[in-house]
């Protein structure tokens, strides 16, 4: 017994150290991670590309949150060295501090970039993960490579794919930008001349759905990307907007003035099935769903100002959120479920970023003191980060942020401004 017993405990050092490490974000222990990831070397011509893919990697680690990115003009070890794990000298890299060590070699395979991505443990001192990406640009190399790293630390999948809608507004009308979720490599989907508010995407990616004032009146309508073609979703009554597709693509909520009333209401996919959800006579708008579908929470004035309230998705159980703020607005659920994110103006008419617990009604503040409009939040498809809306560098521009508010990045600046951002799904 006592042999086994100094067998196992011999043993269990090196099993401890051979044990996968993994960032648990949501921990009250929670520190980021320190990375090491010296530039990228490159074959033949593509050095220009492989510094871009360089750069856009850090800069999509560094978002996050997670990761503590080291000085290169820090590191110890030989710019030479190898990939092979047998050639790296990990004392020298762990003198830096580091904990992980990524190593990206770039070639051409046919009309495509290539990247050789290693991921090593430095205190076990053995590879962790190697991948062989392709992708047509130094951009989309960089963002797969940087989700690729997320999801081995996180067991998440990274957002990097992922793109954000916005309007933009340009003479005698409105524009959709679709941008990445760094707020860099915009590009226009539709134009039209008029109001464009409020986007929302499907939960598979393939359209996106906006209130519109082409007919004279505003409608919700939806944009297919892989045409560009246009159809009406919604028009009813007076006025129609506002909408949102529940997780499963089935139902989409909208609010609707019929008779000088505005209320919430929910109807299949396929514009069939319509249901009144609200019939107060104050004004309920602004649906969002609940992840699991199950609930939706809206905007209510029923109390005498803007409110946000919570009620199952048939319309039943319907009651107040929140008591805080004297005008609260455009709420937007976590895919977490924890949170729901929305925008608040203060006694100063200022006008801030919240968070809620639709459970316990406890709020939290992501802004204050950040200019004098930050508003419109959507949530990235983890629920680990926020896009709003900000005028604190002059022009309204996209802000990337934690819940916690503790890092926020302006990540546009676009020269006409941007508003209503709606983060999109997960590529399928």
Same mark, same amino acid.
């Given at each position: +017994?006592?042999?086994?017993?100094?067998?196992?405990?011999?043993?269990?050092?090196?099993?401890?150290?051979?044990?996968?490490?993994?960032?648990?974000?949501?921990?009250?222990?929670?520190?980021?991670?320190?990375?090491? +990831?010296?530039?990228?070397? =490159?074959?033949?011509?593509?050095?220009?590309?492989?510094?871009?893919?360089?750069?856009?990697?850090?800069?999509?680690?560094?978002? *996050?949150?997670?990761?503590?990115?080291?000085?290169?003009?820090?590191?110890?070890?030989?710019?030479?060295?190898?990939?092979?794990?047998?050639?790296?000298?990990?004392?020298?890299?762990?003198?830096?501090?580091?904990?992980?060590?990524?190593?990206?070699?770039?070639?051409?395979?046919?009309?495509?970039?290539?990247?050789?991505?290693?991921?090593?443990?430095?205190?076990?001192?053995?590879?962790?993960?190697?991948?062989?990406?392709? @992708?047509?640009?130094?951009?989309?190399?960089?963002?797969?490579?940087?989700?690729?790293?997320?999801?081995?630390?996180?067991?998440?999948?990274?957002?990097?794919?992922?793109?954000? =809608?916005?309007?933009?507004?340009?003479?005698?009308?409105?524009?959709?930008?679709?941008?990445?979720?760094?707020?860099?490599?915009?590009?226009?989907?539709?134009? @039209?001349?008029?109001?464009?508010?409020?986007?929302?995407?499907?939960?598979?990616?393939? @359209?996106?759905?906006?209130?519109?004032?082409?007919?004279?009146?505003?409608?919700?309508?939806?944009?297919?990307?892989?045409?560009?073609?246009?159809?009406?979703?919604?028009?009813?009554?007076?006025?129609?907007?506002?909408? =949102?597709?529940?997780?499963?693509?089935?139902?989409?909520?909208?609010?609707?003035?019929?008779?000088?009333?505005?209320?919430?209401?929910? +109807?299949?996919?396929?514009?069939?099935?319509?249901?009144?959800?609200?019939?107060?006579?104050?004004?309920?708008?602004?649906?969002?769903?609940?992840?699991?579908?199950?609930?939706?929470?809206?905007?209510? =004035?029923?109390?005498?100002?803007?409110?946000?309230?919570? +009620? %199952?998705?048939?319309?039943?159980?319907?009651?107040?959120?929140?008591?805080?703020?004297?005008? %609260?607005?455009?709420?937007?659920?976590?895919?977490?479920?924890?949170?729901?994110?929305?925008?608040?103006?203060?006694? $100063?008419?200022?006008?801030?970023?919240?968070?809620?617990?639709?459970?316990?009604?406890?709020?939290?503040?992501? *802004?204050?003191?950040?200019? $004098?409009?930050?508003? @419109?939040?959507?949530?990235?498809?983890?629920?680990?980060?926020?896009?709003?809306?900000?005028?604190?560098?002059?022009?309204?521009?996209?802000?990337?942020?934690?819940?916690?508010?503790?890092?926020?990045?302006?990540?546009?600046?676009?020269?006409?401004?941007?508003?209503?951002?709606?983060?999109?799904?997960?590529?399928?």
């Amino acid at each position: +017994m006592r042999r086994l017993l100094a067998l196992l405990l011999a043993v269990l050092p090196a099993a401890a150290l051979a044990q996968r490490q993994y960032i648990d974000v949501g921990s009250p222990d929670f520190r980021p991670l320190a990375l090491a +990831m010296p530039p990228y070397p =490159a074959a033949g011509d593509l050095q220009v590309q492989a510094n871009e893919t360089w750069l856009v990697v850090r800069d999509d680690l560094s978002l *996050t949150g997670i990761f503590e990115l080291l000085d290169p003009r820090s590191f110890l070890a030989d710019p030479r060295e190898g990939t092979a794990a047998a050639s790296i000298r990990f004392r020298r890299w762990a003198d830096v501090g580091a904990e992980g060590l990524v190593k990206v070699q770039l070639r051409r395979d046919g009309t495509l970039l290539a990247a050789e991505l290693h991921l090593y443990d430095v205190r076990g001192a053995r590879e962790v993960l190697y991948r062989v990406l392709r @992708e047509r640009s130094p951009r989309a190399l960089a963002h797969q490579i940087a989700n690729d790293l997320v999801q081995y630390y996180t067991r998440e999948p990274g957002i990097f794919r992922t793109r954000i =809608a916005a309007i933009r507004k340009v003479q005698g009308g409105r524009e959709i930008v679709l941008l990445d979720a760094d707020g860099k490599d915009p590009e226009v989907v539709y134009r @039209e001349a008029g109001i464009l508010l409020l986007p929302s995407w499907r939960p598979d990616g393939g @359209e996106i759905l906006f209130t519109s004032y082409r007919t004279g009146k505003p409608e919700v309508w939806a944009l297919r990307l892989s045409d560009r073609s246009l159809r009406p979703v919604a028009s009813l009554g007076d006025l129609s907007s506002g909408a =949102a597709v529940s997780p499963d693509g089935r139902r989409i909520a909208f609010a609707a003035s019929v008779d000088g009333n505005s209320d919430v209401y929910v +109807m299949d996919a396929e514009g069939g099935d319509l249901r009144q959800l609200t019939s107060d006579p104050a004004t309920d708008s602004q649906p969002t769903w609940s992840p699991d579908g199950r609930r939706i929470a809206f905007v209510s =004035a029923r109390s005498g100002a803007p409110h946000l309230y919570l +009620m %199952n998705a048939d319309g039943s159980d319907q009651r107040r959120l929140t008591f805080q703020g004297n005008y %609260n607005q455009t709420p937007r659920w976590s895919p977490r479920g924890d949170l729901i994110a929305f925008t608040a103006r203060d006694e $100063r008419k200022v006008f801030d970023v919240f968070v809620v617990s639709p459970e316990t009604g406890k709020i939290s503040r992501v *802004t204050q003191d950040q200019g $004098r409009t930050n508003e @419109e939040p959507s949530w990235a498809a983890n629920g680990r980060l926020l896009v709003f809306t900000s005028d604190r560098t002059g022009r309204s521009q996209l802000v990337v942020s934690n819940p916690g508010g503790d890092r926020q990045r302006v990540v546009t600046s676009d020269p006409t401004g941007l508003e209503g951002p709606a983060w999109g799904p997960l590529p399928r």
